[in-house]
């Protein structure tokens, strides 16, 4: 019976018709609940890959996938928002804003993936925190978010169960890079958590899984049009990602960086990433008239300490003791796990910073012990970096422009690779900017 089904499919794809509806029902219900062989999944995973589907197809899948687990149900008005990310080096955005939108009155049910690759995972970050418990049943989610606003919990077989499996075959088929696959694995997961507006970061650069403009722009279009779709909100903002995010890269030390900005400080390359994100949602969820405004409204509660006293409730709530709370909210440094060592680079001449390979950090820190190359690989929360200087500053021979965090001893090939990542020139480089494109 499964045969025939994938054979209709697979045929309706080479030949670019549309895929019934019925038989994609049946497809995903049949993933969800494993009664499909594995490879008859495969087969189709790839005709996919091979053939692309379109728009409507894109649309059909992801709302079947949506609607293959739990799907989080909100009354009142519509102020449930999140954002995406498609990974990068020292992206922090969602500890910061998930609660500085708490505190503007929206409500933020956010899922988050551990990291895999040269990319950190929020999950990995939050679990770096003493007590953070990420394991939250949907139900206890909507308690949670009802109770205070917002929570981040890892992604689970509850919501949209048909993405583990295709996820895991699409990792060993060589079809991860399929921009309706893609579309439909990211976009079912928010749209299960019942959002009215989301904020797309699509990454574009050599630290990124999109590497051109071209690849961001067919990804944020693919995934805009199906969120839309779904009658969710949707912009995806195009963001730069070859040089690495503020200042701390590492899944502990990207928590004192979070915390510092919820202090009102921290680098203004985080802290404007944040607004941005989060003031574009304010928009988007009709709650501020202009984007504007929404970015006011966020960097005012950044600002007054309200960001801050959200996160400390998302701690409690998701079981760290108030006590350690206050401290990490305070004194994050003193609360968190510091790696043995600590070692500073210096720059062998004088001038400007024109690049920090955002790349070739990540791939040491992974080496290190801060990232994973299989998912069960464990990580060490407290490997990392402290990034001291950024792009277009000045800098003098001699002087430390990175600290790593290790517990490994640093090897020749590490310290190579380190000082390679900076690049001085003899004047200031153009304005950097983050964002490169809005996609709507």
Request: glycine residues 10%.
């Given at each position: 019976m499964s045969e025939e089904l994938i054979d209709r499919m697979c045929d309706s794809i080479v030949q670019k018709n549309p895929i019934e509806k019925n038989d994609l029902s049946a497809f995903i219900k049949g993933v969800a609940e494993r009664h499909i062989p594995v490879s008859q999944i495969e087969k189709w995973l790839k005709?996919?890959?091979?053939?692309?589907?379109?728009?409507?197809?894109?649309?059909a899948l992801t709302e079947g996938m949506m609607n293959s687990g739990a799907v989080l149900n909100w009354q009142g008005t519509a102020n449930v928002v999140d954002k995406h990310s498609t990974g990068g080096v020292g992206d922090k955005m969602s500890l910061?804003?998930?609660?500085?939108?708490?505190?503007?009155?929206?409500?933020?049910?956010?899922?988050?993936?551990?990291?895999?690759?040269?990319?950190?995972?929020?999950?990995?970050?939050?679990?770096?925190?003493?007590?953070?418990?990420?394991?939250?049943?949907?139900?206890?989610?909507?308690?949670?978010?009802?109770?205070?606003?917002?929570?981040i919990a890892a992604q689970n077989d509850s919501i949209a169960p048909a993405d583990g499996l295709l996820y895991a075959i699409r990792d060993v088929t060589n079809t991860v890079d399929s921009i309706p696959l893609i579309t439909a694995s990211i976009v079912s997961k928010k749209a299960a958590e019942g959002l009215n507006a989301l904020v797309l970061d699509v990454k574009c650069g050599k630290a990124a899984f999109m590497k051109t403009m071209h690849e961001a722009k067919e990804l944020a279009e693919s995934m805009v049009r199906t969120a839309n779709g779904l009658g969710i909100?949707?912009?995806?903002q195009i963001t730069d990602m070859n040089q690495p995010i503020g200042s701390h890269i590492g899944n502990a030390l990207e928590v004192v960086e979070s915390i510092h900005v919820l202090q009102g400080k921290g680098t203004l390359d985080t802290r404007n990433l944040v607004v941005m994100q989060a003031g574009k949602l304010m928009?988007?969820?009709?709650?501020?008239?202009t984007?504007?405004?929404?970015?006011?409204?966020?960097?005012?509660?950044?600002?007054?300490?309200?960001?801050?006293?959200?996160?400390?409730?998302?701690?409690?709530a998701q079981g760290t003791p108030l006590g350690v709370a206050q401290q990490l909210a305070s004194e994050p440094e003193s609360v968190l796990s510091k790696a043995n060592k600590t070692t500073a680079i210096?720059?062998?001449?004088?001038?400007?910073?024109?690049?920090?390979?955002?790349?070739?950090?990540?791939?040491?820190?992974?080496?290190?012990?801060?990232?994973?190359?299989?998912?069960?690989d464990n990580v060490e929360h407290d490997v990392g970096f402290v990034v001291e200087r950024s792009i277009n500053q000045p800098i003098k021979q001699g002087q430390t422009w990175i600290h790593v965090h290790h517990n490994l001893p640093l090897s020749n090939a590490h310290l190579?690779?380190?000082?390679?990542?900076?690049?001085?020139?003899?004047?200031?480089?153009?304005?950097?900017?983050?964002?490169?494109?809005?996609?709507e």
């Open positions: 005709s996919v890959h091979q053939h692309g589907i379109s728009v409507e197809d894109t649309t910061m804003l998930a609660p500085a939108l708490a505190a503007c009155g929206m409500r933020v049910p956010m899922l988050a993936g551990r990291g895999l690759g040269h990319t950190g995972g929020t999950i990995d970050k939050l679990e770096s925190i003493p007590g953070f418990n990420c394991d939250l049943t949907p139900h206890r989610m909507q308690e949670v978010v009802e109770e205070i606003g917002c929570c909100r949707t912009v995806a928009q988007l969820s009709g709650h501020c008239a984007f504007e405004e929404g970015k006011i409204r966020i960097e005012k509660v950044l600002d007054n300490g309200k960001a801050l006293e959200k996160f400390i409730d998302m701690c409690v210096t720059s062998d001449s004088s001038g400007f910073i024109q690049d920090i390979d955002a790349m070739a950090l990540a791939e040491v820190a992974r080496e290190l012990g801060a990232g994973r190359f299989e998912l069960t190579e690779k380190i000082r390679d990542a900076i690049t001085i020139s003899t004047t200031a480089g153009e304005h950097f900017t983050r964002l490169l494109v809005t996609v």
